[in-house]
């Protein structure tokens, strides 16, 4: 009886060695079944871009407005500013423009307003926002224009040329044969027509008057004034 116990204690303890041996193998095996498996990387998405409309312009209600608006269909270029701000300005410049001694069309030419793009710009602009001063801007354009005269020496010339187109390498202003009129407070105004060939033809010194009228001849050759008021064509 003793003997049969121990035998049978001994195949208990074999099968417990073969049931523990067959779990260490099976761990074995699943460790490197894991480790072998690739691992699942996420590819990398690119993001598109979308294409970045541009907004349509927005244009304030009134005549700015129209002004700007035209002007983009146009393609007028008048300067850094938009073509609104750009009437608006010769608007205001208007009013003072003669102070150095030129009628409001002629400072337009003159200084350069009507210019490219700028000449479109004003007779559409200002009729718009200064209609006051629509009969200057279509004479600019035109070219005929009442043009008045400050100090200076000019030759006598019916060819009429810009005074911001020559320098003093260039050549010399001219003014036109006829009567002209100095009017306001003067004091020593000294004027003097003189011959093509440099002859004094006349001249004066009025050491304070309210207006001198002064006729240039076709055949002078020169018209010199200092100190006197603007001088403009008599009518």
């Known amino acids: 009886m003793r003997a049969m116990r121990g035998v049978?204690?001994?195949a208990v303890g074999v099968v417990v060695a073969v049931v523990l041996s067959g779990c260490g193998g099976g761990g074995d095996g699943g460790e490197k079944a894991a480790g072998s498996s690739p691992s699942s990387t996420p590819s990398s998405v690119v993001p598109t871009e979308e294409p970045t409309e541009v907004p349509e312009p927005v244009y304030p209600p009134g005549p700015e407005g129209e002004i700007d608006e035209l002007a983009d269909e146009k393609g007028w270029a008048v300067g850094s500013g938009s073509a609104s701000e750009f009437v608006q300005d010769i608007c205001e410049?208007?009013?003072?423009?003669?102070?150095?001694?030129?009628?409001?069309?002629?400072?337009?030419?003159?200084?350069?307003q009507m210019d490219?793009?700028?000449g479109e710009a004003l007779l559409v602009g200002v009729p718009k926002l200064c209609p006051k001063w629509t009969k200057a801007v279509k004479e600019a354009a035109s070219g005929s224009y009442e043009r008045w005269f400050g100090d200076g020496t000019y030759v006598v010339s019916s060819k009429t040329l810009p005074r911001d187109s020559m320098g003093e390498d260039d050549g010399d202003l001219t003014i036109p044969p006829g009567t002209y009129?100095?009017?306001?407070?003067?004091?020593?105004?000294?004027w003097e027509r003189t011959s093509k060939g440099g002859d004094i033809l006349d001249n004066q010194l009025a050491t304070s008057a309210r207006s001198?009228?002064?006729?240039?001849?076709p055949s002078d050759g020169q018209f010199t004034s200092e100190r006197c008021a603007v001088w403009k064509p008599v009518k």
């Not at 410049?93 to 200084?111: F, K, Y």
């Not at 009129?181 to 000294?190: L, N, T």
């Not at 001198?212 to 001849?217: D, G, L, R, S």
């Open 93 to 112: 410049s208007l009013p003072v423009s003669a102070v150095d001694g030129a009628s409001r069309p002629q400072w337009l030419v003159e200084s350069g």
């Open 8 to 10: 049978g204690v001994a």
């Open 212 to 217: 001198i009228t002064v006729t240039v001849a």
């Open 181 to 190: 009129r100095a009017s306001g407070r003067m004091e020593d105004c000294y």
């Open 116 to 118: 490219g793009d700028g």
